[in-house]
């Protein structure tokens, strides 16, 4: 494709519901990041895929975060049992790899916990 | 532990001025320094980084490893430059990035 997609733009979930955010990549990049950015932050790491294999998960919050990348491609970040200091913007990059190369944004999922 | 501190939160310059974006950053070695630019209602995009030592868009920025900085300028200020600005670190060898905290550029007509 011609970037990277993420869906939905916004979702609107209240206290307690799961969600499950999805990232599509630039084809044939082999990493995949997840960032999250609360207001007025910058982003911040979440975690990182090389191909399948998910290399680092330092940054997930909690054990709410759950992320994946089955076949290398797509990749699934769900939240379980959302709170409200989950509303954030959520951010998936792709690289051709990971070392040293740039990284492509999307344009983000904007979360909402009512 | 890495950081990226961008100190100013809102700059603003009126067209035809200088620029300098800064940013100071911590960590123990060798890093690599970028700086993403997203501009109104558009996706975070890659505007820089040191180790390719370009001019992109009129903008340039120069690793000072004494001062431990990375600030971004430009000699005279477009209203297209009206911006959010981020400063990112990725340790050596690494691919995780440490972004700041963003500054808004506003340029005046």
């Not at chain 1, 733009?9 to 084809?27: E, F, H, M, N, T």
């Not at chain 2, 974006?21 to 960590?27: E, R």
């Not at chain 2, 009129?58 to 900085?69: I, Q, W, Y």
Request: glycine share 8%; net charge positive.
């Amino acid at each position: 494709g011609a970037g990277v997609s993420q869906s939905p733009r916004y979702k609107v979930a209240k206290r307690g519901q799961d969600v499950a955010l999805r990232c599509d990549p630039i084809s044939g990049h082999v990493s995949l990041f997840w960032y999250q950015q609360a207001l007025g932050q910058g982003p911040e790491f979440l975690t990182y895929f090389q191909n399948e294999a998910q290399l680092d998960k330092s940054g997930l919050p909690s054990d709410r975060f759950f992320a994946e990348r089955p076949e290398g491609s797509v990749s699934t970040l769900k939240i379980q049992r959302t709170q409200q200091e989950d509303s954030a913007v959520y951010l998936c990059a792709s690289s051709i790899t990971g070392v040293s190369q740039p990284q492509h944004f999307g344009d983000g999922t904007r979360l909402s916990i009512l | 532990a890495q950081r990226v501190t961008q100190p100013e939160k809102l700059l603003s310059v009126f067209k035809g001025a200088p620029v300098e974006l800064k940013c100071n950053y911590s960590y123990s070695g060798s890093p690599e320094l970028f700086w993403y630019v997203q501009y109104s209602r558009q996706r975070l995009q890659l505007l820089l980084r040191h180790i390719s030592r370009e001019s992109i868009k009129g903008f340039t920025a120069d690793l000072n490893k004494g001062e431990t900085s990375f600030h971004l300028k430009k000699p005279f200020a477009q209203e297209e430059d009206s911006a959010m600005y981020y400063c990112a670190l990725a340790g050596a060898g690494s691919y995780q990035l440490t972004f700041g905290k963003g500054t808004k550029l506003s340029v005046i007509p």
